[in-house]
């Protein structure tokens, strides 16, 4: 007989999706902002010390942190802390920021 009602493979199945649920959840994407934008800002300096940024790049792609840090200060700033829309636009954001980030990494420049 089953127990609790459940079969092998249906446990399984469960098994299975809620662990993906949790690796999903654990992603950058799905984290907190500032958790985010800690990642952005590793990244940025694996990098660097890497070689796969060159100064310049790695400038640029800090500067573009900061403009998304002081763009999130400001909305919290303006009271009653991030709404979703402005969550939306700073993950917006960041999802420009990762693309900028893999694209200079990835790029044939050394440093």
């Given amino acids: 007989m089953r127990a609790e009602g459940l079969g092998r493979n249906t ?17 950058p994407a ?13 990244r940025i ?7 796969e940024l060159t100064r310049r790049e790695a400038g640029r792609l800090e500067r573009q942190q900061v403009r998304i840090g ?10 009653g802390g991030l709404s979703p ?5 700073l993950h917006s954001s960041q999802d420009r920021a990762s693309i900028n980030i893999y694209g200079k990494k990835h790029n044939d420049r050394v440093r």
């Fill in 30 to 42: 799905f984290a907190g902002i500032n958790a985010r934008q800690a990642h952005q800002q590793h």
């Fill in 45 to 51: 300096l694996q990098g660097a010390h890497s070689g």
């Fill in 11 to 27: 446990m399984k199945t469960i098994i299975i999706a809620g662990m993906t649920v949790a690796a999903l959840l654990a992603t």
């Fill in 70 to 79: 002081r763009r999130e200060a400001r909305m919290r700033a303006s009271g």
């Fill in 85 to 89: 829309a402005e969550r939306a636009r």
